[in-house]
């Protein structure tokens, strides 16, 4: 049986490879956005029933944002593993983008319920965005098949 994690990742074709940096940067930048100028915007949208302070929240996800992103980027070997790692921090912070649409909390231009709601349907695309750029899907594949 193959596992997953430390099996040869698959072939790693070029626009996987744009897909997987892109995603890296745009994570590393939101990750920087969450520590300086968008601070107190992030702040905001964290929801009431967090039992962890605002600031903490933002700071802690923001770090979390720039290793996942700088790793997407450097670790290439690595890439199934960072990429099922990345699809489970958007499933996991999915619930505050929940509560910013049940608290109607606004927050980057999502104003109304609207909007916020909108948003909600972006989520999966970044968890397959991860998953498909990383190869982790064809690896899941790959072992699911290599079960007896």
Do not use: C, K, M, Y
């Given at each position: 049986m193959t596992n997953l994690l430390t099996a040869d990742p698959p072939p790693d074709t070029l626009p996987r490879r744009i897909g997987r940096v892109?995603?890296?940067?745009?994570?590393?930048?939101?990750?920087?956005?969450?520590?300086?100028?968008?601070?107190?915007?992030?702040?905001?949208?964290?929801?009431?029933?967090f039992p962890v302070d605002e600031d903490v929240t933002v700071l802690a996800s923001g770090a979390v944002e720039i290793a996942l992103g700088s790793s997407?980027?450097?670790?290439?070997?690595?890439?199934?593993?960072?990429?099922?790692?990345?699809?489970?921090?958007?499933?996991?912070?999915?619930?505050?983008?929940?509560g910013q649409w049940l608290e109607h909390k606004d927050g980057f231009g999502l104003d109304t319920d609207a909007k916020r709601f909108g948003r909600l349907f972006f989520q999966p695309v970044l968890v397959a965005w991860a998953l498909w750029s990383t190869g982790a899907f064809s690896a899941l594949r790959r072992a699911r098949a290599d079960r007896p």
């Open positions: 892109a995603l890296g940067l745009a994570l590393v930048f939101a990750g920087i956005s969450h520590l300086t100028f968008s601070r107190e915007e992030f702040q905001a949208q964290v929801p009431d029933w997407l980027v450097v670790l290439s070997r690595q890439r199934v593993a960072v990429g099922l790692i990345a699809a489970a921090f958007f499933v996991v912070i999915f619930p505050g983008n929940i």
